[in-house]
């Protein structure tokens, strides 16, 4: 159901209802992981691929590299900070497609230097403006996102979340306390955002360490990313049963990219490997769901 060969033709953005019922949009894809996310999906996706980007030139630019090479993607603006843009795309895709088959929340931030996600140290002066930029956009926007395109997920849809081994990692650092709500069955979104709330407000008063938390503000968003995708998918199991929509998070590895820097391991075509896997589960899969997966295998949370 969704493979296919690449596409010649250019679609440009103010193109009329595609001939295609089927369609797949990747956030955050004007470089790095998603722009080889997108790149790959153009190739083997059986329909229309979205690349959105908050920078509306970078991203038409990164349209027209990929039309250099044959492929065929069209392009809508999304800031994932900001709600109309997010609606603005969910009215083009229900307009567009009447829905959408594969969604991949990729974009996300990190503040700070990449390196005291490994070393842990950070600048206690700013880690609290660190903590709250990137929980805004790595958690609180793609629980956006999900909030106004998951409806709109077709029956056999795939969802797929971007978060990072670094959430792992960052959840055994966590007080056993914590730990226990994150890996908690029945843990509600409520909850979670509360959680998440919190952890910036103890980053407020510096307090966070006491609290239980680890010293790494990108890996608590990453932490939210991966149990709202637990989340998420034990909703759909009870709201749309019979609909077989697959729903995971996954780590796309260690990748060479402005984020990240140029001593990691992956290259951005290794990092979407995953990802790509994930959207592209065989339309009478039921599993994984509700899963963290790294390197196409389920890793226990």
């Not at 970078?58 to 603006?77: D, I, T």
């Amino acid at each position: 159901m969704f493979t296919r060969t690449p596409k010649s033709n250019n679609i440009l953005v103010a193109q009329p209802m595609s001939s295609s019922n089927h369609v797949a949009l990747v956030t955050g894809a004007n470089k790095g992981i998603g722009f080889a996310i997108t790149r790959d999906l153009c190739r083997k996706f059986l329909g229309d691929v979205v690349l959105t980007a908050r920078n509306q030139a970078l991203g038409q630019a990164a349209v027209q590299r990929l039309q250099a090479e044959g492929l065929s993607p069209r392009f809508h603006q999304l800031d994932i900070d900001d709600l109309q843009s997010i609606r603005a795309l969910r009215d083009f895709l229900r307009k567009e497609y009447g829905g959408l088959d594969v969604l991949i929340n990729n974009a996300g931030i990190v503040q700070g230097d990449f390196q005291s996600l490994v070393t842990k140290h950070v600048d206690p002066t700013h880690f609290h403006i660190q903590a709250e930029a990137a929980m805004r956009t790595n958690f609180f926007g793609t629980r956006a996102v999900c909030m106004e395109l998951l409806p709109l997920i077709k029956p056999q849809g795939r969802v797929v979340n971007v978060s990072s081994i670094i959430s792992l990692d960052a959840l055994k650092d966590c007080s056993p306390e914590l730990q226990q709500k994150f890996r908690s069955e029945t843990i509600t979104e409520e909850e979670l955002v509360g959680l998440m709330n919190k952890f910036v407000e103890d980053t407020k008063k510096g307090v966070h360490e006491k609290e239980g938390w680890p010293n790494s503000a990108y890996a608590v968003t990453k932490i939210g990313v991966t149990v709202l995708s637990r989340i998420h998918a034990r909703k759909l199991r009870e709201q749309r049963k019979g609909d077989k929509i697959l729903l995971n998070a996954c780590c796309p590895g260690w990748v060479r990219t402005d984020m990240a820097g140029p001593k990691a391991t992956k290259s951005p075509e290794e990092g979407a490997e995953t990802p790509v896997y994930l959207a592209l589960l065989p339309p009478d899969a039921e599993e994984p769901h509700g899963q963290f997966v790294q390197d196409k295998k389920v890793e226990q949370w």
